[in-house]
């Protein structure tokens, strides 16, 4: 199998200050409150061997900015379908289950073509940085759970973070949380993908393939719903809609 090139460049890569990219101070948290759940890192650097690459420039795209929630999602589809050995799905071949609604989900419908209109993308409301991929072919699917050490920080940086955040950090401050933030990221990213996830194999089968039901009208509102969709409220075949605005 050949490495992606995400893989082929984390393995080796010289870290300098060039080499680095970093998101606009806070932009996560002022983008999506899912960042939060990226506490340990936030200020992080991203190397360009990721941010240069034009699958991740597509997820940036799609997302709208750079931050490491994004980039998280990133490595876990790209160390999903290499483990899978696959390429992106154009139909429902693959499955993606995430366990938050955080900004990794964007990276994992870009790279696996796994997405809510296609039915093959499913969202569970666990607040856990977890995916599940798998590959109806051959049934095979992994769970990836972000290692805790990924989100953690010596006391030290935490506590200059948190100056930072006030608008309190000095200049001296400042480049200090800036030089241990860095170090301990540029470690985080030598090793690769591998180093950001848990890899479980899984056993059991998948979700089943997106459903094609046909529509008939609420009995309350007259609006057309998927058959399936249809709850019966005394007798009656109403919209969930329908069914709570009764209750």
């Not at 429902?92 to 796994?114: H, K, M, P, R, W």
């Not at 949380?177 to 059991?204: K, M, W």
């Not at 249809?230 to 069914?243: F, I, P, Q």
């Amino acid at each position: 199998m050949t490495l992606s090139p995400v893989r082929q460049t984390l393995s080796y890569y010289l870290f300098s200050k060039r080499a680095w990219s970093r998101p606009a101070r806070n932009d996560c948290s002022k983008f999506n409150s899912g960042c939060q759940l990226i506490e340990g890192i936030f200020g992080m650097y991203i190397p360009d061997s990721i941010t240069k690459q034009s699958d991740y420039q597509e997820c940036v795209k799609f997302h709208g900015h750079t931050c490491m929630g994004l980039t998280i999602g990133y490595l876990a589809a790209t160390l999903a379908l290499e483990h899978l050995q696959v390429e992106r799905a154009t139909d429902e071949e693959l499955v993606a289950i995430v366990e938050n609604d955080a900004c990794c989900c964007d990276a994992v419908q870009v790279l696996t073509g796994c997405t809510f209109g296609k039915g093959n993308f499913f969202f569970k409301d666990h607040g856990k940085m977890a995916f599940t991929f798998g590959n109806r072919a051959t049934g095979r699917s992994i769970r990836l759970v972000l290692k805790p050490e990924v989100l953690s920080a010596p006391d030290e940086e935490l506590s200059l973070r948190d100056l930072l955040r006030s608008g309190q950090a000095s200049a001296d401050e400042i480049k200090r949380y800036e030089e241990i933030s860095e170090s301990r990221i540029r470690d985080l990213f030598s090793a690769g993908p591998d180093n950001f996830f848990e890899v479980q194999e899984l056993t059991g089968p998948l979700p089943p393939a997106a459903a094609i039901a046909q529509s008939l009208a609420c009995d309350s509102c007259g609006e057309m719903v998927m058959k399936t969709k249809l709850e019966d409220l005394n007798g009656r075949s109403v919209c969930k809609g329908c069914t709570i605005a009764d209750e």
